[in-house]
Nanobody
Framework: QVQLAESGGGSVQAGGSLRLTCAASGFTYSTYCMGWFRQAAGKEREGVAAIDSDGSTSYADSVKGRFTISRDNAKNTLYLQMNSLKPEDTAMYYC?????????????????WGQGTQVTVSS
């Protein structure tokens, strides 16, 4: 069955870095658009970054220049390098897979989700 397993979350101070990893299995990973989403306490889930099967990427304005999404199709793995972290980046981070048009970061366009990994940034 389809599985998406996130790892790499943790607690860091503002200005620090983390690298999230999402291991995918059970589907043809290389053909899917993949995305990273986050949900802070009391807030709606929001898109962070997306990467299409051809490697083209999109980012939320709030993370442009600080976060980098990448994928390794040979390893069925998705990454999110997060630099210059801010307290407002604190959230549960999820990876997702779907046939999202134009790398949209609308969660409704993604039909497979991981369980999430917590990222906490302290000031």
């Amino acid at each position: 069955q389809v599985q998406l397993a996130e790892s790499g979350g943790g607690s860091v101070q503002a200005g620090g870095s983390l690298r999230l990893t999402c291991a995918a299995s059970g589907f043809t990973y290389s053909t899917y658009c993949m995305g990273w989403f986050r949900q802070a306490a009391g807030k709606e889930r929001e898109g962070v970054a997306a990467i299409d099967s051809d490697g083209s990427t999109s980012y939320a304005d709030s993370v442009k220049g600080r976060f980098t999404i990448s994928r390794d199709n040979a390893k069925n793995t998705l990454y999110l390098q997060m630099n210059s972290l801010k307290p407002e980046d604190t959230a549960m981070y999820y990876c997702a897979a779907g046939f999202a048009p134009d790398r949209t970061m609308d969660p409704n366009e993604y039909n497979q989700w991981g369980q999430g990994t917590q990222v906490t940034v302290s000031s």
